[in-house]
């Protein structure tokens, strides 16, 4: 399965995020948050984010989910071509999407492509 990772500037985002995340994919879509920085400021923490592409990787891949600025520049200090991407997608309309393709288990690009297609929702 491919694991998912949400990486946001705060943590409280990040694992709220990922709890919704799963709520709606499944329990068992395997995402983990990645927010703030050591010390529980805001910001982000390329150790966190490498310890959360860790603890979801599976072997199939791992998308980054970042929310905005230095977060982004961070989690592509991590990737890994095939195996680690950074996708530009809405934090939480890309975050459910990839969840739950990863928990139908795609594979890395199609749960890419999923969290792509979020970029298109309409509200209304």
Do not use: Y
Request: glycine share 14%; hydrophobic share 55%; proline share 3%.
């Amino acid at each position: 399965m491919v694991g998912v990772v949400l990486v946001s500037h705060s943590a409280g985002l990040a694992i709220e995020a990922a709890a919704l995340a799963r709520g709606i994919a499944g329990e068992n879509a395997p995402v983990a948050a990645a927010g703030g920085t050591e010390d529980g400021g805001l910001g982000t923490s390329v150790d966190l984010i490498e310890a959360a592409v860790r603890g979801v990787d599976r072997g199939a891949g791992v998308v980054i989910i970042p929310d905005l600025g230095s977060s982004v520049l961070t989690a592509r200090l991590l990737e890994e071509d095939g195996r680690v991407v950074v996708a530009d997608v809405p934090f939480v309309e890309g975050a459910i999407a990839a969840a739950v393709a990863a928990g139908a288990g795609v594979p890395l690009a199609d749960v890419l492509e999923a969290a792509e297609e979020a970029r298109t929702f309409r509200k209304l």
